[in-house]
C-alpha cells in the first residue's frame, strides 16, 4: 500500500495564497505521477494539477497562472501552491499517486485523505 499524507487546507480569504502539501510513502512501491484533484460540494472531482517523475507538469484551465504543482523526488513529495485564490476555488483537495509494485511490477491509484480549502469572498 502507498499512503498520501496531505496538509496545508484551510481558511482564507479571496486573493489569498495557500500551500498544500502530500506526503507518499510506501517501500514496496515507485512513486511514478502524482497529482492534485478537488471536489466541491454537488460537483465531480476534477483535475487540479499533475505532475510526472520527471517533473513534466499538467494544469486544469482555470488554475493556470495562479497554482504551481512541484515535487521532491527524494522525499516522495509534491506541493500545490495555490495563489490569487477564488471562491469558486472552494473544495476539498485530493492528492493521487500511480504507483508501480516493486515485487509484482503492477500499477496503481491511491488516493489521500483530502483536505479542505475554503476560500470567502
Known amino acids: 500500500q502507498v499512503q498520501l499524507v496531505e496538509s496545508g487546507g484551510g481558511l482564507v480569504q479571496a486573493g489569498g495564497s495557500l500551500r498544500l502539501s502530500c506526503a507518499a510513502s510506501g517501500s514496496t512501491f515507485s512513486i511514478n505521477a502524482m497529482g492534485w484533484y478537488r471536489q466541491a460540494p454537488g460537483k465531480q472531482r476534477e483535475l487540479v494539477a499533475t505532475?510526472?517523475?520527471?517533473?513534466?507538469?499538467l494544469y486544469a484551465d482555470s488554475v493556470k497562472d495562479r497554482f504551481t504543482i512541484s515535487r521532491d523526488n527524494a522525499k516522495n513529495t509534491i506541493y500545490l501552491q495555490m495563489n490569487s485564490l477564488k471562491p469558486e476555488d472552494t473544495a476539498v483537495y485530493y492528492c493521487k499517486a500511480l504507483a508501480v509494485s516493486t515485487t509484482g511490477g503492477n500499477s496503481y491509484r491511491f488516493w489521500g485523505q483530502g483536505t479542505q480549502v475554503t476560500v470567502s469572498s
Open positions: 505532475i510526472s517523475s520527471g517533473g513534466s507538469t
